[in-house]
Every structure is written in C-alpha cells, then in structure tokens.
Nanobody
Framework: QVQLVESGGRLVQAGDSLRLSCAAS????????MGWFRQAPGKEREFVAA????????HYSDSVKGRFTISRDNAENTVYLQMNSLKPEDTAVYYC???????????????WGQGTQVAVSS
C-alpha cells in the first residue's frame, strides 16, 4: 500500500504563487508515475498535471499550462506542484495521485491523497 499526504494549500490572492507538496510512503516511490488532480465544489474532478517515474516527461491540462510546474524528488519521495499566476478559477481541492504504470487524464489511478484546499480570491 502507498500513502500520499498533500500539504501547502491555503487562501491566496489572484496573481500569487503557491507550491503544493505530496509526500509518499514506501521505498518504491521512484517506480510510480505521479500526478495532480483538482475538484471544485459541485464539479467533477479534473486532471491538472502528471510526471513520469523518472521525471523525464510531464503533461499539463490546457488551463494550467505555462503557469503550473510539476516536479519530483525521488530521493525525498515527494512530488511538487508549483503554481504561479493563480486565478480564481484555480480554486479547488487539489489531490495527489500515484500509479504504477501511468497517471491518465481519466483519473483511474492506483492511489489518491486526501487533498489540500487552495482558494484564490479576486
């Protein structure tokens, strides 16, 4: 079993930057593809970003491309989401995800974190 714990979410103003962290348990973190999803109140959970096990490949949703950056530190079993130029529409609960093969846009992944709240005021 893998446990994922997100942190870093808070209330910020439009234009601010924020970095979310996701700490994973176990010694096999480097074998997992990782990703971030988000869910706004009353809306479906949506894909945000993903990164391969080695960190060599990344993918972003069109809504965050150019503003968000996903990265990982396999030595620390941690994945990050650096969010810049935040907009009110970025307000959501952000979830960390892990999969042994690949993190897909559909959200069908092996493990989920508990989520961390990000609120962006205008």
């Amino acid at each position: 079993q893998v446990q994922l714990v997100e942190s870093g979410g808070r209330l910020v103003q439009a234009g601010d930057s924020l970095r979310l962290s996701c700490a994973a348990s176990g010694r096999t973190f480097s074998s997992y593809a990782m990703g971030w999803f988000r869910q706004a109140p009353g809306k479906e959970r949506e894909f945000v970003a993903a990164i391969t096990a080695t960190g060599s490949g990344t993918h972003y949703s069109d809504s965050v491309k150019g503003r968000f950056t996903i990265s990982r530190d396999n030595a620390e079993n941690t994945v990050y989401l650096q969010m810049n130029s935040l907009k009110p529409e970025d307000t959501a609960v952000y979830y960390c995800a892990a999969d042994r093969i690949v993190v897909v846009v559909s959200g069908r992944v092996d493990y989920w974190g508990q989520g961390t709240q990000v609120a962006v005021s205008s």
